[in-house]
């Protein structure tokens, strides 16, 4: 079964940076599109940003130019870098592939 594992969360104050990766278990991440998405307290999850197999990325519009979706096949990770961070990116921070998720990590952005 494959298995994410997410890790990078912390706390940052409001403008800082954060680097969120996650690592897949088995081969296929190579051949799967990935996101990350998150989940704030008492709000619904949802999506943050996407990447295909080939690169292709796409965004939330609350996060775009501030943050970037990247992946290291050879590696199996994804990676999210988060610049310019706001308190309302505060929240769970989930790793997606197919039907599995991982266990979260989470980012607080303090004012």
């Known amino acids: 079964q494959v298995q994410l594992v997410e890790s990078g969360g912390g706390l940052v104050q409001a403008g800082g940076s954060l680097r969120l990766s996650c690592v897949v278990s088995?081969?296929?991440?190579?051949?799967?599109?990935m996101a990350w998405y998150r989940q704030a307290p008492g709000k619904q999850r949802e999506l943050v940003a996407v990447?295909?197999?080939?690169?292709?990325?796409n965004y939330a519009d609350d996060v775009k130019g501030r943050f970037t979706i990247s992946r290291d096949n050879a590696k199996k990770t994804v990676y999210l870098q988060m610049n310019g961070l706001k308190p309302e990116d505060t929240a769970v921070y989930y790793c997606?592939?197919?039907?599995?998720w991982g266990q979260g990590t989470l980012v607080t952005v303090s004012s």
């Open positions: 997606h592939l197919g039907e599995v």
């Open positions: 088995r081969s296929i991440f190579s051949i799967n599109t």
């Open positions: 990447i295909s197999s080939g690169g292709i990325t």
